[in-house]
Nanobody, 125 residues
Framework: QVQLVESGGGLVQAGDSLRLSCAAS????????MAWFRQAPGKEREFVAA????????DYAESVKGRFTISRDNAKNTVYLQMTSLKPEDTAVYYC??????????????????WGQGTQVTVSS
């Protein structure tokens, strides 16, 4: 069973960049597909980005394509979310998620087995 801990959130201004990290422990990191989701106040949790075990295959929500980049370092058991050109509508709690032995990348929450506690990202206008 893998444990996930997010970090890197904070308060930034519109147009700024921020990099989130998610450190995994307790499992074979390369056996997991990883994803980022986010939940804004009063809204459902939504998919942001996902990456396969090797880092070659990625997927993004339309709202973040071209602005966010997901990557992973299997030697460090860490997945990253580089966020650029941040907008106030990106304000949310960002969650890291993991899927053990995935066949494909998916955007649905129930596909992922493990979740972190989340890190707050606030973008001011």
């Amino acid at each position: 069973q893998v444990q996930l801990v997010e970090s890197g959130g904070g308060l930034v201004q519109a147009g700024d960049s921020l990099r989130l990290s998610c450190a995994a422990s307790g499992g074979t990191f390369s056996a997991y597909a990883m994803a980022w989701f986010r939940q804004a106040p009063g809204k459902e949790r939504e998919f942001v980005a996902a990456i396969n075990w090797s880092g070659i295959d990625t997927d993004y929500a339309e709202s973040v394509k071209g602005r966010f980049t997901i990557s992973r370092d299997n030697a460090k058991n860490t997945v990253y979310l580089q966020m650029t050109s941040l907008k106030p509508e990106d304000t949310a709690v960002y969650y890291c998620a993991a899927k053990r032995y995935p066949m494909v990348l998916r955007k649905t929450q129930d596909y992922y087995n493990y979740w972190g506690q989340g890190t707050q990202v606030t973008v001011s206008s």
